[in-house]
Nanobody
Framework: QVQLVESGGGLVEAGGSLGLSCAASVGTFSVNAMGWYRQRPGEQRELVAS???????VYADSVKGRATISRDNAKNTVYLQMNSVNPEDTATYYCHAVIVVKLFRTHEADFWGKGTQVTVSS
């Protein structure tokens, strides 16, 4: 029932900008925090940025000042804009959402998108 669909990414020149978006289809559930993680080959997945439902955002030190995360609660969509990209930003970017699931009990659950590849050319 829950699906996260990412768009954006691709090949970006160093010094350029990238924009990602992720739309969450959650049916009758609701969405709390949303965010972006990334994973480079051979490395662990790491947080890029996240934003709470009320708009409080958190950024990784590596992207502070270069990235802006935003969301549209009415559309259950989260956006990531990153400027001045460099080759170290090359990774698979994953959308993440904390969904409030109401089935036999109400609880929060983590959901992930399939990932979108971002490659920064030097």
């Amino acid at each position: 029932q829950v699906q996260l669909v990412e768009s954006g990414g691709g090949l970006v020149e160093a010094g350029g900008s990238l924009g990602l978006s992720c739309a969450a289809s959650v049916g009758t559930f609701s969405v709390n925090a949303m965010g972006w993680y990334r994973q480079r080959p051979g490395e662990q997945r790491e947080l890029v940025a996240s934003v709470s439902r009320s708009g409080v955002s958190v950024y990784a030190d590596s992207v502070k000042g270069r990235a802006t995360i935003s969301r549209d609660n009415a559309k259950n969509t989260v956006y990531l804009q990153m400027n001045s990209v460099n080759p170290e930003d090359t990774a698979t970017y994953y959308c993440h959402a904390v969904i409030v699931v109401k089935l036999f009990r109400t609880h929060e659950a983590d959901f992930w998108g399939k990932g979108t590849q971002v490659t920064v050319s030097s």
